[in-house]
């Protein structure tokens, strides 16, 4: 892996995870199931926040969700999503936690209409992956169009801003900035 020195600006340098996070998670292909689901889930609580509060206390989601087993988050009871709410390491907002429950459940049932959910969610593009030119918005027609989808499947926390924002972390969209060595344009003009 080369060395990376220009990042997208929006990245706080002064923070080791969001610059690991930006260098080797943010933007790469996702396929993996477990991986889908817990980003979901985290991007869910992410509405009204910032990205980089939820990265914070991603151990602590980690933790709080079971390692984000979905067999285990579908059973969560009331008791459950109380505990959770006194959960000071994690973002305790009740409409989240049971938002989170509900959608664990949704997602199941979007792998067993779909095979997986790697195959729904790819499925919009055809299994491509979509290079922006970089300019800052926070929708598209594409996140537009999962949301609605994912709303009536009966999900929440799904809007399209929250979506978009997913559908880069896992790199259906690719959206580095010019300014960042991770560019599409950029690496096209790397020998």
Request: hydrophobic share 35%; proline share 2%.
């Amino acid at each position: 892996m080369r060395a990376i020195e220009h990042r997208c600006s929006y990245v706080n340098l002064k923070n080791p995870l969001y610059v690991r996070y930006h260098d080797e998670e943010w933007g790469v292909l996702e396929h993996s199931d477990q991986k889908l689901y817990e980003l979901l889930i985290l991007e869910s609580f992410q509405a009204g926040l910032s990205w980089e509060c939820i990265l914070n206390k991603r151990e602590n989601f980690r933790i709080a969700f079971d390692g984000f087993d979905i067999d285990k988050v579908c059973t969560y009871d009331e008791a459950k999503c109380a505990e959770l709410m006194g959960d000071t390491g994690i973002v305790r907002n009740r409409r989240k936690i049971t938002a989170a429950v509900n959608n664990s459940i949704v997602f199941k049932a979007i792998q067993q209409e779909f095979g997986s959910f790697d195959a729904y969610i790819w499925g919009f593009t055809n299994g491509e992956t979509i290079v922006e030119d970089y300019h800052i918005r926070t929708t598209s027609p594409l996140s537009d169009t999962v949301s609605k989808d994912l709303k009536k499947r009966g999900m929440k926390f799904v809007g399209s801003t929250i979506i978009y924002s997913y559908l880069q972390a896992i790199g259906v969209l690719n959206a580095h900035g010019e300014e960042c060595d991770l560019c599409p344009h950029r690496l096209e003009a790397t020998p």
